[in-house]
């Protein structure tokens, strides 16, 4: 059964930085999409960043010149690089993926989630 693992997630100070990784496991295939969602407590889950397997990448404005994505077929990876963290961007984080669709949803892979925790 495929498996999504997140790590990298942790607490840090506003204005530093984190790297998130995701690392899909039991697959051979390569996901048309790949991205991170987030859950701040008490919100609805966003969309932050996703990145196609042609490099394809959308980003929320809220993250916008401080977040960047990327992938890594090969390893079947993807990671999220955020820069300027904020105490806004204090959430759990979710790394997604999709073999077919041109988005994701509730219905694909999905990991357990990192919390990431912004002191100000």
């Given at each position: 059964q495929v498996k999504l693992v997140e790590s990298g997630g942790g607490l840090v100070q506003a204005g530093g930085s984190l790297r998130l990784s995701c690392a899909a496991s039991e697959t051979v295939l390569t996901f048309n999409i790949m991205g991170w969602y987030r859950q701040a407590p008490g919100k609805q889950r966003e969309l932050v960043a996703t990145i196609t397997s042609v490099g394809r990448t959308y980003l929320a404005d809220f993250v916008k010149g401080r977040f960047t994505i990327s992938r890594d077929?090969?390893?079947?990876?993807?990671?999220?690089?955020?820069?300027?963290?904020?105490?806004?961007?204090?959430?759990?984080?979710?790394?997604?993926?999709?073999?077919?669709?041109?988005?994701?949803?509730?219905n694909d892979y999905w990991g357990q989630g990192t919390q990431v925790t912004v002191s100000s």
């Open positions: 077929n090969a390893k079947k990876t993807v990671s999220l690089q955020m820069n300027s963290l904020e105490s806004e961007d204090t959430a759990v984080y979710y790394c997604a993926a999709s073999y077919w669709g041109a988005t994701i949803s509730e």
